[in-house]
């Protein structure tokens, strides 16, 4: 079984430009989560989709966005680039909605550079 | 606010025991998850607590009391591939995850 994928792996862009940032979680998963991890900050939440709805979000400002298709893809978009969105960005699939226990698998992760 | 805190950084050898802290201070609870992760990969899942006391698998134990806000994650016969940093994270009354800032564990031989 395949895991999750995250496409591109590196990504450099400059202050003010947009990224687009996607996810293909594990066949039969229809739950993604997005964090943003930086050194010594910890894993963030930014959202979670669940069929093609978003289900919760965490703290960022509206620059940060999302969608979720009907096959369940994912993708995250962050627009006016800020040197502070510098970071991992993790895309994490599960069963279903994280309204319960479900394992979390987590994608190799977009490194973001800002500059 | 919420915050799980858990200690920055960790050093142990090769062979021993070591006790990893977290503790909690979040709006409701529904589950303490703990993850590893090697540096330069993904997260991976360890282990689940919602009911208070200690669950084991295989050398990796997990200790959870919702009274304190705190659980640990205790690895046993420590080897070379432990070495990475191990989160700890909580599940709110929204059922959303909080996450601590991870320990880095280093193993010395």
């Known amino acids: 079984k395949a895991g999750v994928t995250q496409t591109p792996r590196y990504l450099i862009k400059t202050r003010g430009q947009q990224v687009t940032l996607s996810c293909s979680p594990i066949s039969g998963h229809r739950s993604v989560s997005w964090y943003q991890q930086t050194p010594g900050q910890g894993l963030q939440f930014l959202f979670e989709?669940?069929?093609?709805?978003?289900?919760n979000k965490g703290n960022f400002p509206g620059r940060f966005s999302g969608r979720q298709f009907s096959n369940s893809r994912s993708e995250m978009n962050v627009s006016t680039l800020e040197l502070g969105d510098s970071a991992l960005y993790l895309c994490a699939s599960s069963l279903s909605s994280v309204y319960s226990y479900n394992e979390q698998f987590f994608g190799p992760g977009t490194r973001l550079t800002v500059l | 606010g919420q915050n799980i805190d858990q200690p920055t950084e960790m050093t142990a050898t090769e062979g021993a025991i070591v006790q990893i802290n977290c503790t909690y201070q979040?709006?409701?609870?529904?589950?303490l998850f703990w993850y590893q992760q090697h540096a330069g990969e993904a997260p991976t899942f360890l282990s689940y607590?919602?009911l208070d006391g200690l669950e084991e698998k295989g050398r990796f134990s997990s200790f959870l009391s919702r009274s304190k806000g705190y659980s640990y994650l205790l690895l046993k016969e420590l080897q070379m591939k432990d070495s990475a940093s191990y989160l700890c994270a909580v599940m709110d009354s929204n059922y959303q995850l909080i996450w601590g800032a991870g320990t880095k564990l280093i193993i010395k031989p």
């Open positions: 607590n919602v």
């Open positions: 979040t709006s409701g609870f529904n589950g």
């Open positions: 989709y669940f069929s093609e709805t978003q289900r």
